[in-house]
């Protein structure tokens, strides 16, 4: 891998800047690999005891498609178990770019309709 250094250089009154193309440092290369190895060994978890009666709850007014395959899908699995652990694990790969309501929302989508 490499980077680039921002040298700053006076330039009569001014300063300017000068990009420097330099290979990461062994140091860094070490920082990187065990960065590499925490994303790919994290464990995403959610807190609470969601059940299919809160679902069922939070459902209550919903009538899109969308809900009503998700509940679907649960009440088949039995319960929300299965797919705490498949988001979890779907979340986990968002990790690097993000996750927001939009990302729960297609994981959530996909496990309904898997």
Known sequence: ?????????????????????????????AVNHLIAYLLENLILDFQGNLDLDMVRHFLKDDQSREGKALYAKLVEEGGVSDMLLVL??????????????????KNLATYSDS
């Open 1 to 29: 891998m490499r980077f680039l250094t921002i040298v700053p250089m006076l330039v009569g009154r001014d300063f300017r800047y000068r990009f420097l193309e330099q290979p990461y440092s062994e140091r860094e290369n």
């Open 88 to 105: 979890a694990d779907c979340l986990k790969d968002a990790l690097p770019k993000g996750i927001d309501e939009e990302v729960i929302r």
